[in-house]
């Protein structure tokens, strides 16, 4: 009895002094896709965190930043089951959460029943996310699926001359994201989709969807990422495919263009569009990648960051710069945080990002074709920069709702 | 054969007739009407082929694992394990030596040799207890998924093919007419054939293994009944660690199979763990003619679904397994 009492005074000390010493802290809650299909992803987010913190320092006025890592699948109820341990196990104050279209909106759902606490979206692009009854403590710095496609349609369909292209596409949210920002530029600009076909997410074996591709389109455009744009690399090259490639932002990103083996090559001369371009000349993005790459030796990353690695790096970067613009203060359920996230304005590494009413970012897109430097490696060269890309895509925003949410079907392909 | 005619006259003649569809789909022409309703024969084809070939791949990881079962009733479920491991080993093995059949030998020892190991130094220790040696074959798959993790990374390998097996070969199939009259023959991946043949072989090995030879009779006799076996004076122990060396160093070749027309990431070790329990479980525990009928079963449904039902292909595999479990829960071919 005596040492039991004796036990709990010393828990309950120990647990004082823990809230104590917490008071010096902010609890900080990352998740990532570290398991499954995207794994790559979720570890190269990772890095480009990390970069972020190796350059901005952990320190927040005389608050120290704590980081929790929690690891994901990409499905929306590993995402929600992360966060939910990060609170309720880890009690941290900010998320840094989640990597996948599907796992942003469920966090997003999540995110209305905890208002008190501030959720930073790390890199998912589903438009769902932020256009659809948005939650007013989630913040979204980087661009959707969406508006990672601007730019492409019209350069398809102009300077490469595709008239009628077949897409192949994940089925989930995101890759519905960016189809939907593909056809409403190409078919507003005259081209045809003439094939949408989707595959599961973790889908192996790809030898029956090649079988099925068309054979009288003028390019197939891949929406795929992970292991699956891998696999159907390999395998495309094994069916001997010779037709023109377009890639989504994920396929054309270092994930896949460092991959081991030689299917990758398959994209030399693909054209492309993303949040980044791997051989932009700009000095904050040069300064960027050269940091990334200090941060881990070779063998450990990729010859340069991906979109993931890119997006965590400026999420983080907001975070740290909206709580540092407040000094740390979380009082009165975060609002001055929340205040400080919704203005700020980020000179990310790709561009500069602000936030628009529904606290989604308006950035810089891309246009890039891939090439081979020579040695074997493959990056992503920039063709056209295309600045201040909105959620609506330069629409009427009247006319964006008539389109409808991004699906397998939507939108048609018409000019709107 | 006619004692199951004699026995099922329905059912042989339903079996009867659906064999004949599906030959003349496949060898017939078909008619514009048929292309209209159902799509190109060309893509029903090579779905066929699909189907089969990845059959190849998972009779090659599902036999080891029903064998093991089999003759020990252990049923590992560090299987999937057994397969990434020796995935990785054939990777390391080919873009070293750059040959890519010295990584299928290599791969088949390196991963029988674990085998070995884990018999001799886990599973002999808890002989009998199923439930016992289960929970530490799902640990073990724990701890072997986080040390290939640590040592390969989160990177997506794939194993070269050789050059000799890229690129595909006309098949005497064909799947259109053009207008001139020529006609169109089907093009389909060497590679994946080439792995269909050797798996086939495999297959025929094992079965005339344990179907001719002395060892093949003790091992089956193993599986009727273990506890006479040993007391006849057959060194048991031996046998089991024999086995064991077998089946993993079958999931070790299957390893670099998989690399070689697939990929190997983290996730693939449960993947091809579901994949043989599904497949021993629609052809029955311990049956390696059930393991390859399961397997081109399995196989089928996941090419054909992905073509003609892609959204709900992932349901159809679980489909079977369920009607199986339902109608026949010993299996397809197994003998109780």
Redesign the interface.
């Known amino acids: 009895m005596l040492k039991g009492s004796v036990g709990l005074i010393a828990l309950g000390s120990l647990l004082l002094s823990g809230t104590a010493f917490a008071q010096e802290k902010i609890k900080v809650g990352v998740t990532a896709t570290l398991e499954g299909t995207y794994t790559v992803l979720g570890e190269d987010g990772i890095r480009g965190f990390q970069t972020a913190l190796n350059v901005l320092g952990k320190k927040v006025g005389d608050k120290e930043l704590e980081f929790v890592i929690a690891s994901t699948d990409a499905t929306p109820d590993s995402a929600v089951r992360a966060v939910r341990k990060l609170i309720e196990q880890d009690k941290v104050q900010i998320l840094l959460s989640p990597l996948s279209g599907d796992e942003g909106i469920a966090v997003k759902n999540f995110a209305k029943t905890h208002p008190e606490l501030t959720f930073v979206n790390a890199a998912s692009g589903a438009q769902e996310t932020t256009y659809v009854d948005p939650s007013p403590n989630f913040f979204r710095y980087n661009m959707d699926g969406a508006q990672w496609q601007v730019g492409l349609g019209k350069y398809a369909y102009e300077t490469k001359g595709y008239r009628k292209i077949a897409t192949v596409g994940e089925d989930y949210s995101f890759i519905y994201t960016q189809v939907f920002g593909l056809v409403l530029e190409f078919c507003g600009a005259g081209g045809q989709v003439t094939n949408r076909q989707w595959v599961p997410l973790g889908t192996k074996d790809f030898a029956s969807v090649i079988a099925a591709l068309p054979d009288d389109v003028d390019a197939i455009y891949l929406g795929l990422g992970g292991a699956d744009a891998v696999n159907f690399l390999n395998q495309y090259q094994q069916a001997g495919g010779k037709a023109h490639l377009m890639g989504g932002s994920i396929m054309i990103d270092q994930t896949i263009l460092s991959s081991k083996g030689n299917a990758k090559n398959a994209l030399i001369g693909t054209i492309a569009a993303s949040g980044q371009a791997d051989t932009w000349e700009d000095p904050g993005w040069q300064k960027f990648v050269k940091d990334y790459q200090d941060s881990f030796p070779p063998n450990k990353r990729f010859p340069s960051p991906s979109l993931l690695a890119t997006n965590y790096y400026g999420s983080t970067m907001a975070l740290i710069l909206g709580l540092r613009q407040v000094n740390g203060d979380l009082s009165n359920n975060q609002a001055k945080l929340k205040d400080a996230l919704a203005k700020i304005e980020i000179d990310a590494p790709n561009g500069k990002i602000k936030l628009d009413s529904n606290r989604q970012a308006i950035g810089t897109n891309f246009v890039t074709e891939v090439v081979d430097d020579g040695k074997g490696a493959l990056f992503s060269k920039v063709v056209k920069v295309i600045p201040n890309v909105n959620q609506t895509l330069g629409y009427d925003p009247a006319v964006f709702a008539k389109i409808g949410l991004p699906s397998r079907t939507v939108p048609e392909c018409k000019k709107y | 054969m006619t004692r199951f005619i004699e026995r099922h006259p329905v059912w042989a003649l339903i079996v009867i007739i659906a064999v004949a569809v599906l030959l003349w789909l496949v060898f017939a022409i078909w008619p514009p009407g048929l292309e209209a309703a159902v ?1 190109r024969k ?2 029903f084809l ?2 066929i082929l ?2 089969i ?2 059959g190849g791949l998972y009779f090659l990881v599902a036999s080891g694992f029903t064998l093991i079962f089999g003759l020990m009733r252990n049923v590992n479920l560090a299987h999937g394990s057994l397969y990434l491991f020796g995935g990785y080993i054939g ?1 390391a093995i080919s873009t070293w030596t750059g040959s890519w059949i010295l990584s299928f030998i290599v791969a088949f020892i390196g991963v029988a040799l674990l085998g070995v190991l884990l018999q001799i130094v886990v599973f002999r220790r808890m002989e009998g207890q199923d439930l016992r040696q289960t929970m530490v074959t799902i640990g073990l798959s724990i701890v072997f998924a986080d040390l290939m993790l640590w040592v390969f ?9 050789p050059s000799w097996l ?3 070969v006309p098949l005497p199939l064909i799947t259109a007419v053009k207008s001139s009259g020529e006609p169109v023959y089907l ?6 054939l080439v792995i269909f043949v050797a798996s086939v072989v495999i297959g025929i090995a094992m079965w005339l293994a344990l179907n001719r030879t002395r060892i093949g009779m003790i091992v089956r006799a193993g599986v009727d009944d273990r506890d006479i076996l040993a007391a006849t004076g057959v060194r048991i122990q031996l046998v089991f660690v024999l086995v064991f060396a077998l089946g993993a160093g079958l999931a070790g070749i299957a390893g670099v199979v998989g690399g070689t ?3 190997l ?3 693939e070790d449960t ?1 091809f763990l579901l994949a043989s329990l599904v497949v021993v479980i629609v052809g029955g525990m311990g049956s390696i003619p059930g393991a390859a009928l399961g397997a081109v079963i399995i196989g089928l449904a ?3 679904g ?2 003609y039902i ?2 709900y ?2 349901v159809v595999t679980f489909l079977i397994m369920v009607l199986v479990l339902a109608l026949r829960p010993q299996g397809l071919l197994a003998r109780r």
């Not at chain 2, 990374?153 to 093919?161: I, L, M, P, R």
């Not at chain 2, 093009?187 to 994946?192: A, D, E, G, I, S």
């Open positions: 799509g060309r893509v090579n779905a699909n189907g070939t990845l990777y990374g989160g990177d997506f390998y794939q194993v070269q093919t890229i690129g595909p093009q389909y991946p060497l590679v994946r027309f697939q990929s990431s983290p996730g993947r996941e090419q054909l992905s073509v892609p959204t292909a992932i």
